[in-house]
């Protein structure tokens, strides 16, 4: 009797993973005659043994084929990676994820993010609104917003996945702000 695997992945989960691994290798490079051996490869990691070959094999032919990702072959060697398409799939994958971590005590500096989108780019700064309403900012005004924790690389991600120029969206950090004691109560420091 073969046994299922108890836990399953949605199918986009794989797409999802793999999307990961690329974004944050850039290019798998690949020297093997072995179709599978990049499934192989793969499943060597701890967090790939739950798929199946077939479906990892397949899973890449699909994304090449919808055009997410390159294949090229030179000197005998397989390279992998992710089109200009893929990575904004990618990216979304990436912002879809972001968490700011509280630390175990607070450093007493706000940081504040302030932007002035354009109304033609009115769909990008809603976006950007409902990304730092779940990233748990505060609004401090309209346009600018407040959280208590270390969350610059989270903010250069949405900066550059949203194409922001500095006019558009400026990342402070402040060691005060007027309404602190407002602020303090908000995020219970």
């Known amino acids: 009797m073969r046994y299922k695997y108890f836990w399953k992945k949605p199918k986009g989960e794989i797409v999802k993973d793999i999307f990961t691994a690329l974004a944050i290798g850039g290019v798998i490079a690949i020297t093997a005659s072995s179709p599978y051996f990049i499934v192989n490869l793969l499943r060597s990691f701890r967090h790939w043994e739950k798929y199946k070959k077939?479906?990892?094999?397949?899973?890449?032919?699909r994304l090449r084929k919808e055009g997410y990702l390159n294949f090229e072959y030179k000197n005998r060697q397989l390279y992998i990676q992710l089109t200009s398409e893929g990575r904004k799939k990618a990216g979304w994958f990436q912002i879809n994820s972001l968490q700011i971590r509280k630390p175990k005590k607070w450093d007493g500096k706000w940081r504040?993010?302030?932007?002035?989108?354009?109304?033609?780019?009115?769909?990008?700064?809603?976006?950007?609104?409902?990304?730092?309403?779940?990233?748990?900012?505060?609004q401090l005004q309209k346009s600018v917003w407040v959280h208590p924790y270390n969350c610059e690389d989270e903010i250069r991600?949405?900066?550059?996945?949203?194409?922001?120029?500095?006019?558009?969206?400026?990342?402070?950090?402040a060691e005060r702000i007027d309404s602190e004691e407002k602020m303090r109560k908000q995020f219970r420091i």
């Open 112 to 138: 504040i993010v302030i932007f002035d989108i354009p109304h033609k780019n009115r769909v990008k700064r809603e976006a950007l609104r409902g990304f730092l309403k779940r990233l748990g900012f505060h």
């Open 54 to 61: 077939k479906r990892i094999s397949d899973t890449f032919y």
């Open 157 to 173: 991600l949405l900066y550059d996945f949203f194409g922001f120029t500095t006019h558009e969206l400026q990342f402070i950090v």
